[in-house]
């Protein structure tokens, strides 16, 4: 009785697993076996150091992967043929032919082998020894923008770490390339000699715009990060148990994935906040970590919104990376692990389970597949999963690059269909707040289209910074471009929403390349006639006497007179300034060929040739300076040979800022930067002529993008110059002086004459000359 009782629990328990329909149903790749057979395996076999295989996938493209275990395969289908297992050539004299760590960066792939890193270019199909480093490491690390060829994504696919691991850190040696790993510079933390712990891994976190290194000490592990404000302290420490591989989850949103056998912990922020991944059962928590399940985690999935976990026991679990949290529910038991076998998401949806197989009659293996639908699975009434309360979600900028420059701001929308009866909360965020502050708010309005309601979203991008309350530690270094994403996505969304990725966009905080700046020309010397167009265009020249100009910019008389051709197709005809008059350009901001506002930012002008016929009606003084401002002839000392129009955003100090401390010694000199806070103009002398001047914009707050041009002006109304030496010119003076006393003992006489008559009207003449 006893038994038949235990018999049929046994029975019920395994009921539901026996009803279950199996996860997926496997199927072998075996094609172009005789395609290989002729050639012969070149070079030497590489292996995976790690006792359990892994796979890299191409994050941008599908169909590129690598799997790494007793032998490597490079696919570049998919693993939709058979393959040779990959080698590298003798010539590379790589020694033990041991593979520590795989990274694709852009169209190579790097490997490092025997704690050296090499590049294999798969579309050119040659290999390298990458270059600059000097010590062995065991590992690379980077990432890859998939969302535009823009010189900002590119960057990001170029940049690699490469790193020994376990090393200590305050004396490991860490390399860093922004060359796709073909040369490797070392790379200096800062303060890294001060830090406790062994190397865990160095990360570029592009979402936060800040490098990221993991310290290990005492089982507990946590980032320090390179700039403000996360560099004034270490992150929150979580369990470090084994060695954790860490993967950077696509899409640049700042999603960490680091597990080992028994751990498996999640980051939504670049390791700011990192937590274990809970199990869920229907709607509670079954355990509140993986490690609580007594599982020994074989391999781990992931791609932008989903994570898949196959375990030694046979299990396999699925979980959604949300953009406010993240578990994992287990599916149904099937007999799918084995050694060789890895995890990878093919597409949205679809997980596979692949294992290569060797073939005792050819050399290239072929690879079993095990791929699982998981919306199918879902709707197995066992998991208790509820519906997805959307139906749509869709926006244009999705998987596109943005650039807000400073003082802009951006504007997505999308719709959201929601399913009849439920109310989703849309939720937009963005990974890098500490981008001056960068937010987004969602602007919600429903409408009813055939009997549906939708829901349009206007998501509104700004920097906090403009809207004036940013907080001084929230917002980083203003004068830095920076990265950041928005991912737009349902809060507490259901697993089931499985075909609902949340629609996400690269931002660049940095400069926006169609802005430039145009000098209005509205009254031209061609227009008043002063200048004649033609013979401007006719090449045109001029000269610069030597006493009024410097070809070195330090107001220093020239030796010898200066023949300037005047570039008509560049500059146009010259804008026309009266000599007496104080003068200043007015700019003009244009984006993509379209005015935008007069710019009412500070500047700073240098005439090309060395010209210093002109100053500045303001003085250190009178501009309210409270430091001593900088001037062309300071900044460009302090440049070095970096030539002279070098003055720019990046090296302006304003000496209004409380924060200058160089002392106001010299408060007569010249104010050299027009616009702003103050009212200074440019006064020239007496001297017409043409003058080319270079234009920089230099206040830091104006726009990320070095904005500058060159101009030209036809300065006029001034008398020439006298051109008698100056002994003569007194000699003409003294005879004037004797002439006019004369004069005045001589004219009250002949006034009373007829020749005084003429005296009177030689007088008259001579003062309106
Ligand atoms: C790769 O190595 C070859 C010689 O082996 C060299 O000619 C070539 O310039 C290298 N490529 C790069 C990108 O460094
Ligand atoms: C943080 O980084 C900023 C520059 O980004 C630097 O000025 C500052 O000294 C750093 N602070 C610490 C505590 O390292
Ligand atoms: C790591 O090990 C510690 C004890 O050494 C244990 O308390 C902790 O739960 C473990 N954490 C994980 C994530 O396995
Ligand atoms: C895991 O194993 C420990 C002892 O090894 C045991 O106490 C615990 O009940 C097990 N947990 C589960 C969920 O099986
Ligand atoms: C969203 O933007 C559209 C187009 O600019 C506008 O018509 C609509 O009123 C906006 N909705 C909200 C809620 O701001
Ligand atoms: C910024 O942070 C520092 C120390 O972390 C704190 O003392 C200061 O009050 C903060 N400033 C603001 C404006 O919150
Ligand atoms: C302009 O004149 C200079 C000197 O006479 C001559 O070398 C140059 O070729 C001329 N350029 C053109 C475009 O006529
Ligand atoms: C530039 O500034 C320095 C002091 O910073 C001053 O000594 C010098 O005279 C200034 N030069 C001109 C041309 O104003």
Redesign the pocket.
Known sequence: MLVVMLLAAATLRLCPLARAQPLCRIHTVRTGKMFHVGQPTQGVHLYFSSATARLIKHPCKKNIALYLGKQLFLTRNNFESSLLPFSIPTSMQVGIPEVTSAHFASSVLLLVVNRKVYIYDYEADSWNASIGIKHPVSQISGDNCCYSEHPFCLDISNSVFAYLLGDLTSQTNIYFSNTQGYRFQKYAHERQAELVGTLGGIFYFHSLSQIGLLLIDQGKAKFGYSDHPLNHSLGLPFDYNGTLDILLTPGQKGILIFWYENSLLVSRNAGQLVDPVPVREGHHILYSSISEANVTIHSVAANENELAVLTRENNLYYGSLGILSSFLIKFADQNIWSQEAVLMFTELGILEILTPLPDSFFPAFDFQKCPVNIQAILMDPQLQVDFCKVELLHGEFANKMFIIDMNSEL?L?ALMIPRPGTSPVPLAMVSNPYSLGLQAVI???SFTYDGNTKH???ISLRQQHHWGRADPNFTSSIKRPTISTITLDIANKEISCVDLKPLTALISVGCDLEKKIIIQNEISACSKGILNPVALQDNYSYLIEKEAYDPNFRRQRATKDLVVYYPYEKLGCPLLVYYDTPWKPVVELWRGGKFQEVMEAEYVLLEVNGLFTYTYSLTARTALCTSQPQNWTTVIENAGDKGPFIWDRENYVSCHDPKNDAPLKWPNVPYQILGGPTANKVTFEQRNGIYVFFISIVDPYYSYCPLQTTFSVYVYGAFPLPLIPSEITMFLLMVAILLSVWLAYIIPKALRTEQGHRFQLLVQLCRRY
């Open positions: 504007e929308s602007y919600e309005d349009r979203l206007n």
